[in-house]
């Protein structure tokens, strides 16, 4: 309570590094709304070691205020990682405020929940990039990789997720995952670059990169063969407007070694 500010949030900043001091988090709980920003944020870190619980829409409050502030959307966000469970933070999709939306795909991401795949259906294109890194980059969040693999859908004009959906579906590495990508390739209503990386992606199948196309961590994938999917579309792989995609299709159609009649393959020469 302290008139100068500095001492305030030397006070939470200390509380909140000591181990027994959870005992003063009903006294430090009314500076995240304190005058200065540097008192909201050394309170707001405190919260959120001391794991505060019973504190959630005061902390929720403080996310949707500071959500414009990257320094004071940090603190929010470690106080909400610490202190509020997964269910709650899951069950703030219908939250009016993006960024009370946003600061719990990134608490359940330090959190490593699944349950945040419910984020991708967002409507803030922001909160489902954010939802699509979360599962996808670094050490990642494997069970939530089917809802991200389901994302690859004509209609879903961020490159962001787009890339991130192609990966989860090589890296789920299924049949049905390989013929998700492969209509997605095909598809006339798909951006040009798009429909690149989703040959890329299908070249890739058989024998993936060390590291990831998309964010370049070592991993070992052994995905399902595609050959039998691959082999009855090869004459519209083949039949490709764009030469850059043809020619990957050619590539394609190598990498896997599938079986080319002379009639498709003499227009090729002919080109």
Known sequence: ADPEAEIRAQTAKVLGDAAHAGSAARAVLPLIEDPEPRVRLQAALALGKWQTSGIDDQLFAMAAREGNDPVLRHAAISALTGCVPITTLAARTGDPSVHVRLASVVALRRQGSAALAAYLQDASTLVVEEAARAIHDDESIPAALPALAALLRPGVDSEVVLRRALNANLRLGTPEAGARVLAFALDDSVSTGMRREALLTLQAWREPPELDRVD????????????????????????????????????LMVAHELEARASQIAPILAD
């Not at 039998?228 to 590539?251: C, F, G, I, N, Y």
């Open 216 to 251: 370049g961590w070592a991993r070992t994938l052994q995905p399902a063969s595609i050959k039998h999917l691959l082999q009855p579309k090869l004459d519209a792989l083949l039949a490709l407007a764009d030469s850059e995609l043809r020619t990957l299709a050619v590539r």
